[in-house]
């Protein structure tokens, strides 16, 4: 079973009366449970699919069908209900917000659930357990390494339970070893839990941590 | 989500003060503005439509004779008049420390009986001498020519006490002039003050006057307030072809004729107040502009994890509330708390009034510059495109 697919995807920019196309019609089906790299020159497209795939913009045209949902059909508040119960998004520069703890950080998603407070809090708790950092609750961002800040964003991507997880450079701007731990821990969600997950990288020796890589070039798969 | 909005307004703590703290000064001195034009509207209701004033058609400063008393009396409606002359003298221990006296004559009391309440007077050394419908406590001033009746404000304020011996300069009346404190009186309406001094006409005339009894105004009570506007075209048509020639007019319309006096102060007030309003409306919205500029990608990120444009909207809306409305309700119950009462104008006008009307305004505008100063930056938070927002630090 497909957990996304992508149909004849075009998305077009305009910049002042100049049209700028970053994706030509793509076409593109990723499996229920795979683990997918997006890789590709800077400019390729590969944010933007991904963006397209997270609900986060729009294409021109198209369909993009992600479980059984069309999302190029939805729109405003819809689109918003569904980010918040289908997907999760880890951002290269981790977007945490500073002024709340890593628990609190973790608990953003689920404020959007009619949950008690501490439900939420319990699953919060969990899911930073989830990613080694049950002895760090009460940490703020600027407490953590960089590596632990992105296993924050991690868990606050899976607190709410979605099918797909999406990653752009999730180990961009980490050292190697914290990269690495990042990437074992993207392996675990995907093996153990089934997550289908999209990593958009530059870095190759990331990349083959996928089950299955992709390239693009002018908004166009190149394999 | 409340949580977000206060933890939001505490990331720039000296910012989130420094905002209320603009709020709260300018709601304090909009609603102490507000509160002169209360106090103004509070010295009109010291009159009674009950009671009429007469005056010297010219000028209030001009006397008009004794001897125009019985005339007035005899209208038709009129059912007592009393005599009261400002005179204007000075405490030599304390020169700056102005406060109101007047020279009243017996009835006076009688015609306030409800206006005014006697706390404290000293005992009488003799019997009777106290007019019908006046205070029987009055009995030790009726009964000493240099007897005076004071405010309990002015008591405490000046420190004295019953019996004390009081010599004042006068100015108007020249000389040294001793009362003794034989009564203190508490005002039952706020606008009448508690901080007058009463004493005897006859001591006035006699020794100021050199025996001529030139009177200020008389104070006319009615048999029937209805009548008031029949009774007082009665008074002044036997003047009308004396000299001088009166001036008759309810209580109310002679306080009010003092508070013309002050022409366009009140309006001036007003303008300045709003003024004061407006430029605080731009200081926060520019803060909540500032503010949520600074947070961009942070609502980018939110509306990734599934917030809708009406929660960031809701939530924008929300901080720039509690900012402007915390500071509201300081300054306008500030302004309430710490103004109200309080004697800024001497005697001239009542104590300080701020409405709870005009603190409850305080507390509106408030409202209304948090919902305008958030609404254009939760307008331009809920419409940011998440990939615009996201672009600005990815």
């Known amino acids: ?223 | 989500m409340l949580k977000l909005v206060l933890v939001n307004l505490f990331r720039n703590k000296l910012r989130t003060f420094l905002t209320m703290a603009s709020v709260t000064v300018a709601l304090f001195l909009f609603c102490t503005l507000f509160g002169v034009l209360d106090t103004l509207n509070e010295s009109i209701k010291v009159g009674s439509e009950s009671r009429l004033v007469t005056r010297n058609r010219i000028s209030l400063v001009q006397w008009i004779p004794m001897a125009y008393r019985q005339r007035i009396e005899s209208v038709p409606g009129v059912k007592r008049v009393a005599v009261q002359n400002w005179f204007g003298a000075q405490d030599p221990a304390d020169t700056r420390g102005f406060f109101a006296q007047f020279g009243v004559d017996d009835p006076y009391f009688a015609i306030y009986a409800k206006d005014v309440e006697i706390i404290e007077a000293s005992p009488a050394m003799a019997q009777g001498g106290v007019p019908e419908g006046a205070d029987p406590k009055l009995a030790s001033y009726y009964l000493e020519r240099t007897a005076c009746v004071v405010g309990e404000k002015l008591m405490a304020k000046k420190g004295w006490k019953l019996g004390q011996t009081v010599t004042l300069a006068g100015t108007i009346f020249p000389g040294d002039w001793p009362f003794t404190i034989r009564a203190v009186y508490r005002a039952r309406q706020k606008s009448f003050g508690d901080e007058t001094m009463f004493f005897h006409y006859k001591y006035l005339s006699e020794k100021g006057m050199g025996g001529q009894e030139a009177v200020g105004t008389y104070v006319l009570e009615l048999s029937d307030p209805s009548q008031a506007t029949a009774v007082l075209k009665a008074v002044d048509s036997q003047f009308e072809n004396a000299a001088p020639a009166t001036l008759t007019e309810t209580e109310q319309a002679f306080q009010a004729g003092f508070v013309s006096m002050y022409g366009n102060v009140p309006f001036v007030l007003q303008v300045i107040g709003i003024a004061i309003v407006f430029s605080i409306l731009l200081i926060a919205a520019n803060t909540m502009m500032t503010s949520i500029r600074e947070r961009t990608s942070e609502i980018g990120v939110l509306k990734t994890l599934g917030f809708t444009d009406g929660h960031v909207f809701t939530m924008v809306v929300a901080e720039a509330a509690v900012i402007t409305l915390g500071g509201g309700l300081l300054g306008a119950l500030g302004a309430k708390l710490l103004v109200d009462g309080r004697a800024v104008f001497g005697t001239f006008l009542p104590p300080m009034s701020v409405y709870w009307t005009t603190v409850f305004t305080g507390v509106g505008i408030a409202t209304l510059i948090g919902a305008v100063s958030g609404l254009i930056p939760a307008l331009q938070a809920s419409r940011l495109r998440i990939v615009d927002a996201l672009r600005r630090v990815e």
């Open chain 1, 1 to 223: 079973m497909a957990s996304v697919e992508v149909r004849d995807v075009r998305k077009v920019y305009r910049r002042d009366a100049e049209e700028v196309v970053v994706l030509d019609g793509l076409t593109l089906t990723i499996p229920d449970g795979a683990f997918v790299a997006l890789m590709g020159p800077s400019g390729s497209g590969k944010t933007t699919l991904l963006n397209l795939i997270g609900g986060v913009d729009q294409p021109t045209s198209g369909d993009l069908v992600v479980g059984d949902t069309n999302i190029a059909r939805l729109g405003g508040d819809a689109l918003a209900r569904w980010r918040a119960a289908s997907i999760g998004y880890i951002f290269q520069l981790y977007n945490l917000m500073p002024v709340l703890t890593a628990v609190e950080n973790v608990e953003l998603p689920l404020l959007l659930v009619p949950m008690s407070a501490a439900e939420r809090r319990r699953r919060a708790e969990t899911a930073l357990q989830l990613v080694g950092l049950g002895d760090r609750l009460r940490h703020y961002p600027r407490q953590l390494s960089g590596g632990q800040e992105q296993r924050v964003a991690i868990a606050r991507a899976l607190v709410s339970d979605p099918k797909v997880l999406l990653a752009d450079e999730p180990t961009g701007d980490l050292d190697r070893k914290s990269a690495e731990e990042v990437l074992k821990l993207l392996e675990r969600l995907n093996r153990e839990f089934g997550k289908t997950i999209v990593m958009v990288t530059h870095d190759p020796h990331a990349a083959e941590r996928a089950t299955r890589q992709y390239h693009l070039e002018k908004g166009v798969l190149t394999n």
